[in-house]
């Protein structure tokens, strides 16, 4: 496979329609390696259909998405620089997490899959525990092995759909400490999530998604409860 790479992401007016419903309208806005973009909105907003969309998983009703120079039609080298944490963590329960992770290392072609999986499971905090089946662990560590599963090829590009799903406090702390080495390692993370708290220490930009549409940006968010409250409203509630 052709190794292929690049320094930005962008939306370029890109809509998504599902028969007569528009879950995302005319959005466009530009990532950069190094950074950390948030999609905050209430659950409909189209946080998940954009995630899609630059997962390459669905196809914009119209606009472009542009990685670099590269387009969807890039094929698998693009998808080979992107990796994807959705509310399906795509893991085998049968098998142990040591085998899920070098499973996934081998369809990326990582030579040393076993040793590759090995790190993951160190960085995850879960190496006393990689030779047990996915079956028996919690939501948490579950999500945990997840989140190394998709960056286990170190994608320039990371997708992370409420990541902090199932986490207890040390695992939510180990998480963002490896969001920003990420971004330090030069990574273009894009996530969703509800939690504002969170993401008003980790986030370098903000998007405020509603019905589809982007309703404001923020660089550099540090009143993000107060801006979502006036911008989406109220009556949205965050979990």
Known sequence: M?????????????????????????????????????????????KSTLLAMLATLLRPSSGVI?????????GAALRARIGVLGHDLFLYPELTAREN??????LYGIADSEGQARAALERAGLD??????????????????????????????ALLDEPFTGLDDASTEALLGRLRRL???????ILATHDLDLAEGLLDHALFL??????????????LRSTYRSVIGLSSQTR
Do not use: C, K
């Open 101 to 106: 992770l070098s499973f996934f290392a081998g």
């Open 128 to 157: 006393t525990r990689g030779n047990d089946p996915v079956s028996s662990f919690s939501r948490g560590m579950r999500q945990r092995v997840a989140l190394e599963r998709a960056l286990i090829h170190d994608p320039r590009l």
């Open 183 to 189: 971004r330090d390692g030069g990574a273009i993370v």
């Open 66 to 74: 542009r990685y670099g120079a590269l387009r969807v039609s890039d």
């Open 210 to 223: 509603r019905d589809g549409r982007i309703v404001e940006t923020m660089a550099a968010p540090d009143r």
């Open 2 to 46: 052709t190794s292929v790479d690049f320094d930005e992401v962008s939306a370029e007016d890109v809509s998504r329609h599902f028969g007569r419903r528009r879950a995302v309208s005319r959005m466009s806005f530009l990532a950069s390696r190094g950074m950390i973009l948030g999609l905050l909105g209430p659950n409909g907003a189209g």
